[in-house]
């Protein structure tokens, strides 16, 4: 398997924290009572993300990746089962962990700058210290438009605008749920440069759930296969193969057929 250290390029000189959070979730089982009834979503589900590493949970819809977000999140409690940060039991939110969503939720009242602002300004955290909103901003490329209001953003930047309110909290692990589900094909390809670019440099943990197969092998150092719900681990796929990816590479193109098969899905896909 390719180290998270292997992954990361010379050519940065920005400096790394590697602060990247450990992710431990054994034997998670979950559920929802519905209308209808009681809904097993989550059916013993164990899953670890090491610090640094990038893992990406592929499953059919409605399998229960969201739920495992959630439950990592803090926003809710497993049922059955334990999960833990560096050894502590999650038992709620922390700006340790920060979820960026599919849709970037931006205040349209607030300017791109003032939304990046908010966590900072909810934990309190003293003016002198909001030069990193800024340092935030450049890292994605939106330092032009921080007196612009969401609106006047297209959704690739409104989606980097949601990065980096999650990055200005300096987070130990990003949960990224479809964040770039939204997007046009294009914008999705170069977002996806751009994560691994911010990924690379802060050495941030992170746990993405995509639908793309392409997406979780151009990012992920693992790929999770859930099985329909309840969700399952059906395979766990390490990818071996150095950044920059290509798609067109044959063992990239093997990995795929893989996780294609995992899911159920023919290859010609
Ligand atoms: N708060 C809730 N109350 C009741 N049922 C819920 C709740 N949250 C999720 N569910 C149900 O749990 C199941 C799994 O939902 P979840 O959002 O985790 O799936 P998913 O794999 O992320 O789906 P998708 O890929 O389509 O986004 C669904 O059937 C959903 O209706």
């Not at 050519?11 to 809904?39: E, N």
């Not at 992170?206 to 151009?218: K, S």
């Amino acid at each position: 398997m390719v180290s998270v250290a292997q992954a990361l390029p010379d050519t940065d000189d920005a400096p790394r924290t590697a602060r990247g959070a450990r992710i431990d979730a054994q034997h998670v089982s979950h559920g929802f009572v519905q209308k209808q009834g009681a809904l097993q979503v989550l059916d013993d589900v164990s899953v670890q993300v090491e610090p640094g590493e990038f893992v990406a949970l592929l499953g059919p819809s409605g399998c229960g990746k969201s739920t495992l977000l959630r439950l990592v999140a803090g926003l809710e409690a497993p049922v059955q089962g334990r999960i833990t940060q560096d050894g502590s039991d999650i038992a709620q939110p922390d700006p340790s962990r920060i979820v960026v969503f599919q849709d970037p939720t931006l205040f349209p009242w607030r300017t791109v700058r003032d939304n990046v602002a908010l966590g900072l300004q909810a934990r309190k955290v003293p003016r002198d210290q909001h030069a990193r909103i800024d340092e935030a901003l450049k890292l994605v490329g939106l330092t032009e438009f921080a007196q612009s209001y969401p609106h006047q953003l297209s959704g690739g930047m409104a989606q980097r605008a949601a990065l980096a309110r999650a990055l200005v909290n300096d987070p130990q692990l990003l949960i990224l749920d479809e964040p770039l589900g939204k997007l046009d094909s294009l914008t999705r390809l170069s977002m996806q440069g751009e994560i691994l670019k911010l990924w690379q440099r802060a050495g941030f943990s992170v746990l993405l759930v995509t639908h793309d197969v392409e997406e979780a092998l151009f990012l992920a150092n693992r790929v999770i296969v859930f099985s329909p719900r309840p969700a399952r681990v059906v395979a766990e796929i390490p990818v071996d193969l150095p950044y920059p990816r290509h798609r067109a590479d044959p063992q990239f193109v093997q990995l795929r057929q893989q996780a294609l098969s995992h899911l159920g899905l023919p290859d010609s896909l």
